[in-house]
């Protein structure tokens, strides 16, 4: 659950009775969204509000306290509001953390000095001494809104995804599997870039990931744990029962590998050593990491990695990794997404796993057992894509939406057709600036709290293609 600090502004002489309907209308609506919350208590301050510099204070040290649980500030103003109060509390309680600034808005029957709010001008203030601090801020879609209206709770559902966002990144710890394949120079990446944003890699050979696996038996009781969630996932007609069994010792090796680094997402190198040297392809296991949360990305694609995990923060569903691959007939807005493929299986309108076809062809179709396959299903998606820009020293990125489409396609691997709103100036753009050809994309419409999330708190460089 997504929490948020809430702090209620107040200014005395204001109608100060509207910051208790206020508060708890802002309460109510939270707890319908699914939305947790800490703020003052109605006996430590009038209405729970902020006005004073001791409330300030008071509302500093309950976050403090509570700031392990705090992934977010919600700051509402039921009148103007004490402009300073509000910026004093976020900058004593220390939070780095998201902030939405939120008015309440006029009734035009109700404007006599018992009734009006002024919270349309006091936003303004409040967001003036925010500034002033040095403090980043989120706004409304609407400069005034009641706390009812499905335009505020898509603000908030925005929001806390934007929490979500910068939450996991900070401090996220991933895991690269294998060098990056000696073909792939695309898919470089600074680690020193990543680290100095709170981003750590952990690395790990092939050759020890071969050994742990080797070294169990095939009763060992994770191993038998391993293949039966295998089975269950997805359909394993045809594939030899021997490559099942390797799959699920490597299975075992990565997650212990996974679990005692505290990782949250791996790059894996998927081809072709793993193949030649022990004989399967990882895609099943990486599609069921990226289903249970613990996204996977092939071809040590580290930053692509990011991605996915940035996508699956904001909408909470597992993110996938694609190329962007084909052109679809002479449709400039169309286009076909593939991978090979490692995608979770919730993507898919059908799914089983296979061969990997193109691998087979240089180690043998009993060497390339593993893929999971199938057509993605219709419906909205979100793209992104991150990278290390060395030259700059920065990260980089664009992010946008589009649509999955109905429209034929006969072919192997997973795969999809997508429209995107000028689809060709969004691949000028990734060519001009030298973008990889992979690109995660999440079955949710999320981007504009993806943007937000990277550019306003994690201070990125991303691109927001709208067409």
Known sequence: MTKLGVIVGNRGFFPDHLCKTGREAILQVLEEEGIGSVILPLDVAKFGAVETLEDARKCADLFKERREEI?????????????????????????????????????????SVADRRDSFCGKISVCNNLRQYGLKFSLTRLHTVSPETEEFRADLRRFAAICRVVRDMRGARFGALGAR???????????????ANGITIETLDLSEAFGWARRMGDGDPSVKEKLEAIR??????????????????????????????????????????????????????????????TPSACEVDVTGLIGMYALQSASGRPSALLDWNNNYGDDPSKGVAFHC?????????????????????????NNAYGAVVGRMRE??????????????????????????TADPLETFGGYGVFEIPNLQGLMRYVCECG???????????????VYEAL?????????????
């Open 71 to 111: 992934d977010g500030a919600l700051v509402t103003l039921p009148n103007f509001g004490d402009e300073r109060a509000v910026a004093n509390t976020v900058r004593m309680a220390g939070l780095d953390v998201p902030i939405l600034v939120h008015a309440f808005p006029d009734d035009a029957t109700r404007m």
């Open 455 to 467: 550019t306003n708190y994690m201070e990125w460089d991303i691109y927001r293609h709208k067409g």
């Open 341 to 365: 493929s490692n995608l979770p299986k919730s993507v898919f309108a059908d799914h089983k796993m296979d061969c990997q076809e193109i691998i087979a062809g240089s180690v043998g179709r």
């Open 232 to 293: 269950a996932y997805t359909g394993t007609d045809g594939i030899p029962g021997e490559s099942l069994v390797r799959m699920a010792k490597l299975g075992v090796a990565i997650d212990k590998w996974a679990k005692d680094n505290a990782l949250v997402g791996t790059a894996i190198q998927c081809w072709t050593a793993l193949e030649e040297f022990y004989g399967v392809v990882p895609c099943a296991l990486m599609s069921m990491m990226s289903e249970s949360l």
């Open 435 to 449: 973008f990889e050809h992979h690109v995660a994309m999440n079955l949710d419409r999320v981007a504009d709290a």
């Open 379 to 404: 419906g909205p998606f979100t793209f992104c894509r991150v990278s290390t820009d060395d030259a700059a020293g920065e990260i980089s990125g664009y992010v946008g939406e589009g649509m999955l």
């Open 181 to 195: 394949p000696g073909a792939f120079n695309t898919v470089r990446y600074s680690e020193k870039i990543l680290e």
